[in-house]
C-alpha cells in the first residue's frame, strides 16, 4: 500500500512551452502533497507544500507564477511549468504522507524535465 | 535555523565490511530523523525513523541508525555491506512537529559505493 506514482516518468519540451506533471496518490487519500526538485548529484529542495481545495504554499524563492500547483482532488495533485526554460531542466519528486503513518511520506519515482 | 548535514559526499567501503553514513542535525525541540535511499532515476525509499524510544532504530535492507542527542547525530550504519548497497543516501528532518502536514528536509546527500 501506500504507493504514489507520477506521470510523466520523463518529458522534453522546447523553451516558452508548458509542462504538466501529475502526482497520484494511487490507494489512500492525500489532502497534502509535497513538491521537490532535485539537481544534478544535489539534494531535494522542497519547492511546495500542495493542499487539497486551497492554495499551495511556496519555500521562499520558488516563483508561484511559474510553478503551478492545482490540487483538485484527495489524490491527484498537479505541478506545471510555464514557460518553461532549459534552467527549468530537473529531476521533479513528489512526496505524500499517510494519514496513519504521519511521520513517513512516500515518494513518487520523479519526473525529469529536459527544456531544449 | 533547522537543518541536517552530511558531511561525506561519497563514502566507498569494500563488500563485507562494515559501513557508516554520517549526519547531523540541529533542531529546535525534539527531532523527527529519517533516512532514505535513491537509486538511479528514482524516487526515494524510506530506510527508518527515529521519534522517540531506543536510540538504535532498525530499518530495511539491514541497515540501522543510532540517534544520539549529545552529539546531535543520527548516523546510518549496515554490518556487513552489499554491492546492492550502492546508491544515494539521504538524511532527513522533519519539521513543526508531528503532522501529516509536516515539512521534511534533507542533508544534501551522500553516496555510498560498495565495491566487490
Known amino acids: 500500500g501506500a504507493v504514489v506514482s507520477q506521470h510523466p516518468s520523463w518529458v522534453i519540451c522546447k523553451s516558452g512551452t508548458s509542462v504538466k506533471i501529475e502526482c497520484r496518490s494511487l490507494?489512500?487519500?492525500?489532502?497534502?502533497m509535497f513538491w521537490y526538485r532535485q539537481f544534478p548529484k544535489q539534494s531535494l529542495m522542497l519547492m511546495a507544500t500542495?493542499?487539497?481545495?486551497?492554495?499551495?504554499?511556496?519555500e521562499q524563492g520558488v516563483e508561484k507564477d511559474k510553478f503551478l500547483i492545482n490540487h483538485a482532488s484527495l489524490t491527484l495533485s498537479t505541478l506545471t511549468v510555464t514557460s518553461a526554460h532549459p534552467e527549468d531542466s530537473s529531476f521533479y519528486i513528489c512526496?505524500?504522507?499517510?494519514?496513519?503513518?504521519?511521520?513517513?511520506?512516500?515518494f513518487g519515482p520523479g519526473t525529469r524535465l529536459t527544456v531544449l | 535555523a533547522q537543518s541536517v548535514a552530511q558531511p561525506e559526499d561519497q563514502v566507498n567501503v569494500a563488500e563485507g565490511n562494515p559501513l557508516t553514513v554520517k549526519c547531523t542535525y540541529s533542531?529546535?525541540?525534539?527531532?523527527?530523523l529519517f533516512w532514505y535511499v535513491q537509486y538511479p532515476n528514482r524516487g526515494l525509499q524510506f530506510l527508518l525513523k527515529?521519534?522517540?524510544?531506543?536510540?538504535l532504530v532498525k530499518g530495511s535492507y539491514g541497515f540501522e541508525a543510532e540517534f544520539n542527542k549529545s552529539q546531535t547525530s543520527f548516523h546510518l550504519k549496515k554490518p556487513s555491506a552489499l554491492v546492492s548497497d550502492s546508491a544515494l543516501y539521504f538524511c532527513?528532518?522533519?519539521?513543526?512537529?508531528?503532522?501529516?502536514?509536516?515539512?521534511?528536509?534533507f542533508g544534501s546527500g551522500t553516496r555510498l559505493s560498495i565495491r566487490p
Open positions: 527515529y521519534i522517540t524510544g531506543d536510540n
Open positions: 500542495s493542499n487539497e481545495g486551497s492554495k499551495a504554499t511556496y
Open positions: 533542531v529546535s525541540g525534539n527531532p523527527y
Open positions: 512526496s505524500a504522507p499517510l494519514a496513519e503513518r504521519p511521520h513517513e511520506q512516500f
Open positions: 490507494d489512500f487519500q492525500a489532502t497534502t
Open positions: 532527513a528532518v522533519r519539521l513543526e512537529g508531528y503532522s501529516s502536514a509536516s515539512k521534511i528536509i
